[in-house]
């Protein structure tokens, strides 16, 4: 015990800042013009969020699952290369595309609620998810490795817990929101250690994670109830 | 149980700040120099001699943690290939890896081919796997990784599964499979333990954390490891960059000219080189220049105790 508390965060560390940020960069050349559908896949969660329809629960389910499932096989087996513990991520990248695909369906989990606030605090989320990785790439002056919604895990973990957090605060909806609010803790942990800024991006995220957990927590409910399907039809 | 090798001995402070001072106090710390690479006009390289078997290193080698880990980009591979080249031009031949690096090894092995040193390097790695059994099948991985025929050094990393591994690599030594063995440790780590395992096992090399900070390694196993005939690796000399970044602006004590030391990063080796043991530090580094610094600190005077405390107080102080 007295040898692991002599270990710093720093001594876990593999790689430098600069060998991180061109994994990035090799993966956007590699999945060149791919980044383009991304982005436009991921303003369409956000139009789904803002305009539910019946079926919109079910397409969230269907895009959340493919982008993770792109992410884990196309991304981590690249991150492996540096991080031999990424490799390991592998299936659970995959078996929480499956928890998103089956509580989808199955569970409804990912059915938009029209509660807002909340409503407009999982689109803000959305949006910053899709934009600030970017954008932060960009004004640290390499573009070529912005992180991508849908090819990376970063923004794809962040609008994840837009879309899940937007579905109210049922049981199956809030367990999917743990394995993205996991992976949004490791990635700024591995920020923080590699000493970037961009570390705090993630503070934002976990204080819109707490106000959606609070305000769709508490109207969600009530909307659940006003629009909970009369017996009719239960059909 | 294992027989006790002659110790090399300490040069007094005349002979180490003399004149031919190279010249003198290589053999006093158990090796001989080495003419340089034709590409280095800095002078003779202080050398290192394995009481064990009679190999001759160099006394600055190069480590891969962090550094060496850069996946498969070509861009960054080819830099890694860039600073070896520049550590061997220097006249090094020690590189330091382990399977814990991610893909330093094969990066090293890469880069070894790229510039047509698999010949030349003195290879030095670790087993690194709970499961002991699984030593030899981890060990081959890595020799397959580096592309050599065989390793010049096994070590045993931070003494996982070091009973089992050692058993493995004395056997593995006994039939040629490998030329030195050894065990690491880093950070101030197990020393007790560390300390047990030097006295009873037949050991070429140690690696341990030492620099003018962090000098725990001083007081009972720098003088054991001399006592015993055991080369000394030594891993974080820079604190892992973190000393020369806090020292960075500060001005080099007048003293450190009188070295031969134009930076204090070679200061800080020129400190770890003098100590009496047979210490090879192991800097990492991306920068071919710094690869190139490095080494030329095995070159020239070496501080003697007097000067030695006046490092570390310089350094304290800064």
């Not at chain 1, 994994?23 to 803002?50: D, K, M, S, Y």
């Not at chain 1, 590699?194 to 995220?205: D, H, I, S, Y």
């Not at chain 2, 070509?74 to 590189?95: K, Q, S, Y």
């Not at chain 2, 499961?131 to 020799?143: H, K, L, P, V, W």
Request: proline content about 8%; aromatic content about 8%; some cysteine.
């Amino acid at each position: 015990m007295e040898t692991w508390l002599s270990y710093s965060p720093q001594d876990f560390l593999l790689f430098s800042e600069r060998v991180y940020w061109r994994l990035f960069e090799l993966h956007n050349a590699a999945l060149w013009p791919a980044q383009i559908p991304a982005v436009v896949v991921g303003l369409a969660v956000v139009f789904l969020i803002l305009r539910p329809r019946p079926w919109s629960g079910r397409a969230l389910a269907v895009v959340l699952a493919v982008a993770w499932v792109v992410a884990g096989l196309g991304f981590m087996p690249r991150y492996a290369t540096i991080n031999w513990a990424a490799a390991n991520l592998v299936p659970a990248f995959l078996g929480y595309a499956a928890l998103v695909a089956a509580f989808g369906f199955l569970a409804r989990a990912l059915e938009p609620q029209r509660s807002q606030p909340a409503q407009w605090a999982a689109v803000g989320l959305c949006l910053y998810g899709l934009a600030v990785p970017p954008l932060l790439a960009v004004l640290a002056d390499r573009p070529a490795s912005a992180e991508v919604f849908g090819l990376m895990p970063d923004p794809t973990a962040i609008v994840t817990l837009g879309a899940v957090l937007a579905a109210g605060r049922r049981w199956p909806t809030l367990l999917l929101a743990v394995f993205p609010a996991v992976w949004c803790v490791a990635s700024w942990a591995t920020l923080a250690i590699l000493g970037t800024a961009q570390a705090w991006m993630f503070a934002p995220v976990a204080l819109a994670v707490l106000a959606i957990l609070m305000l769709g927590g508490r109207l969600g409910d009530v909307q659940e109830e006003e629009t909970a399907p009369s017996p009719e039809d239960r059909r | 149980m294992s027989k006790k090798r002659q110790a090399p001995s300490l040069p007094s402070r005349r002979a180490v700040l003399g004149g031919g001072l190279a010249a003198l106090t290589a053999p006093a710390f158990g090796g001989t120099i080495a003419p340089p690479a034709a590409a280095q006009p800095a002078g003779p390289v202080l050398t290192r001699t394995v009481p064990s078997t009679g190999a001759t290193v160099p006394a600055v080698g190069l480590g891969s943690w962090i550094t060496f880990n850069v996946g498969d980009d070509p861009v960054l591979r080819a830099d890694c290939a860039e600073v070896m080249d520049a550590f061997f031009a220097a006249g090094g031949t020690i590189i330091d890896s382990s399977p814990m690096y991610g893909s330093a090894q094969e990066v090293i092995g890469a880069g070894l081919a790229r510039i047509d040193r698999t010949g030349a390097v003195f290879s030095a790695d670790k087993v690194w796997i709970g499961d002991t059994d699984e030593g030899r099948d981890q060990i081959e991985q890595s020799r397959t990784n580096w592309r050599v025929p065989r390793f010049d050094l096994v070590q045993v990393h931070n003494l996982v599964g070091w009973q089992g591994h050692l058993e493995t690599l004395a056997e593995m030594k006994a039939a040629g499979a490998v030329r030195h063995i050894g065990i690491t440790t880093s950070h101030g780590r197990r020393h007790g333990l560390f300390e047990e395992v030097m006295a009873v096992h037949d050991l070429d090399f140690i690696q341990v954390t030492y620099n003018p900070v962090d000098r725990e390694v001083e007081d009972r196993i720098l003088p054991l490891a001399r006592e015993r005939g055991m080369v000394v690796l030594v891993n974080r000399p820079f604190r892992r960059g973190a000393l020369p970044r806090r020292l960075e602006g500060a001005p080099l004590p007048g003293f450190a000219a009188d070295l031969g030391a134009e930076t204090w990063a070679q200061l800080v080796l020129k400190y770890i080189l003098s100590h009496p043991a047979a210490t090879v530090p192991i800097p990492a580094t991306t920068q071919p220049h710094h690869a190139r610094e490095n080494v030329a600190a095995a070159t020239g005077p070496l501080p003697d105790a007097a000067m030695r405390d006046r490092i570390a107080a310089a350094i304290r102080d800064a």
